[in-house]
């Protein structure tokens, strides 16, 4: 088992910086409309050819009730159905990807994200797995990772019954934060009554796992009233916890303008809250697998982080992370081979390339060879807390400190702040740098230095 993490306050003031979080590198804001459907063809032939296993990611972007915090690509509506031209053309999508790719290609993973993908009726949920099912190889003995995000107020204990049928395995609920002011102040009112009905039904019908999502720095939040928030949780008893730093960035995402800014926690009051949550998930059992997860140590996150098996993507920390990685819906992200490829963001474009019957991909990026280099030692770094630099230079015919010896100076910097040990076979995440590992991980970014930092919230 890894060593915890240390908190050291003063190392977190000096190397809380504003960075990427590494679903990707190089990370989204490299990808340029040069890269077309084209490209994604390509890619998808020599996915087919090497008969790599898929990952399939299904974006539903609608919501009936806006929550002011979130920075999704969404659709607020109360109108369901809007959803029915939109997965017309969903389906139009899938038979047009799949046709590309072998039907022995298993689906080992996959997962349905949002905006709610309970917005959805049954009957929508139900076709559009069957569509699923008809073009992709879905496995039906229980031994694949499919999970969906569940928003507790558009769940009860049919859905649940439904999701399970349909060969659901994992669910991730969004509870934020269980203080009524709190919720107000955000406009995601949300009792704890709702929350544990929905993890009963989950436990119930044997879901395999279960995530539950927090964000500690939202208007009218204290250091003691989240704390009684992580108390509930805990008492529910999560396989996983998410506990993600609000930031706040109204000029980029709209519906955060309806936010009080003097209602926010200062940058002490988090620091406060993320090191009592550290506190009282660690005492509660929970290990640090980093960026913000937590998991027990019988979850399938912690022993692959353990065997060194742990990757990283778009989905976040992942046990496929060796599968082609198939967006499907409007913003989604694939990830095929070094092809990185993205739907158009706006509804309306989506559905309009689609009914043209061409594929909606706007933009991406083709990872050429020192993008490759890097990213893996970002993924070594991010997922392990170390990285042996024999294996790099084994894979990528290099000399390490050669090739990286203009970032030696940095590196050393670290080490001698008690971020790494750094030595000339290795480097080694220290207990006191685990939560600043993305600062880490930006030594080696090549593209950082042009790149807006205020793009990216703040590593804590």
């Known amino acids: 088992m890894l060593d915890a993490i240390r908190w050291d306050t003063d190392l977190i003031r000096r190397y809380d910086l504003a960075g990427p979080r590494y679903t990707s590198y190089p990370t989204a804001v490299q990808f340029d409309s040069q890269v077309g459907t084209f490209d994604l063809f390509h890619a ?14 299904v974006h539903v972007p609608f919501c009936a009730n806006i929550c002011y915090y979130c920075a999704c690509n969404k659709v607020i509506t ?8 939109y997965l017309q053309r969903l389906e139009q999508e899938i038979q ?11 689906v080992e993973q996959l997962h349905f994200g949002g905006g709610t993908p309970t917005f959805l009726s049954h009957d929508e949920l139900r076709q559009l797995m069957a569509q699923l099912r008809k073009h992709f190889n879905l496995l039906d003995d229980d031994s694949g990772d499919y999970g ?13 019954g439904l999701l399970r049928e349909l060969g659901f395995n994992r669910v991730s609920i969004g509870v934020q934060d269980l203080d009524p002011a709190v919720q107000r102040a955000v406009n995601r009112l949300q009792s704890l009554e709702e929350t544990r009905a929905v993890i009963d039904a989950a436990r119930t019908l044997q879901f395999r796992s279960i995530n539950i999502d927090l964000i500690y720095g939202l208007p009218k939040q204290t250091p003691e009233n989240f704390a009684r928030t992580v108390d509930e949780v805990i008492s529910l008893q999560p396989d996983r916890l998410s506990v993600f730093n609000y930031a706040h960035l109204p000029e980029r995402f709209m519906p955060q303008r309806r936010i009080n800014s003097d209602e926010l926690p200062t940058p002490a009051q988090k620091l406060e809250m993320l090191q009592g949550t550290i506190e009282q998930l660690t005492k509660a059992g929970y290990q640090y697998i980093g960026m913000d997860h937590f998991a027990l140590p ?10 060194s098996t ?6 976040g920390y992942t046990t496929h992370g060796h599968c082609d990685l198939i967006g499907l819906g409007v913003s989604a992200i694939s990830q095929i081979g070094d092809l990185y490829c993205q739907n158009s963001s706006d509804l309306n474009q989506y559905q309009n390339a689609l009914a043209s019957a061409q594929l909606a991909t706007s933009r991406g990026l083709l990872c050429n060879a020192d993008d490759r280099l890097r990213r893996a030692v970002i993924q070594q770094l991010i997922c392990t807390f170390g990285l042996e630099f024999a294996q790099i230079e084994q894979a990528f ?12 100076p940095q590196l050393q910097g670290m ?4 971020l790494i040990e750094l030595d000339n076979e290795r480097i080694t995440v220290l207990p006191a740098g685990r939560l600043l590992v993305r600062s880490v991980c930006m030594v080696f970014d090549a593209y950082l230095e042009q790149q807006n930092r205020q793009r990216f919230s703040r590593v804590i």
């Open 44 to 57: 998808l032939r020599n996915s087919r050819k090497a008969l790599r296993s898929l990952s399939l990611y």
């Open 78 to 85: 109360k109108d369901r159905g809007r959803a029915l031209p």
């Open 148 to 160: 969906i995000e569940i928003d507790p107020r558009e769940a009860d204990w049919s859905t649940m």
């Open 298 to 307: 019988d979850d399938e996150l912690a022993i692959a982080q353990e065997e």
């Open 310 to 315: 742990l990757q990283r993507n778009f989905q």
């Open 415 to 418: 080490a001698e702040d008690g």
């Open 96 to 106: 047009l990807i799949a046709c590309h790719l072998d039907p022995s290609q298993k």
């Open 397 to 408: 015919n290099i000399d390490f400190r050669g090739y990286f010896g203009e970032l030696w």
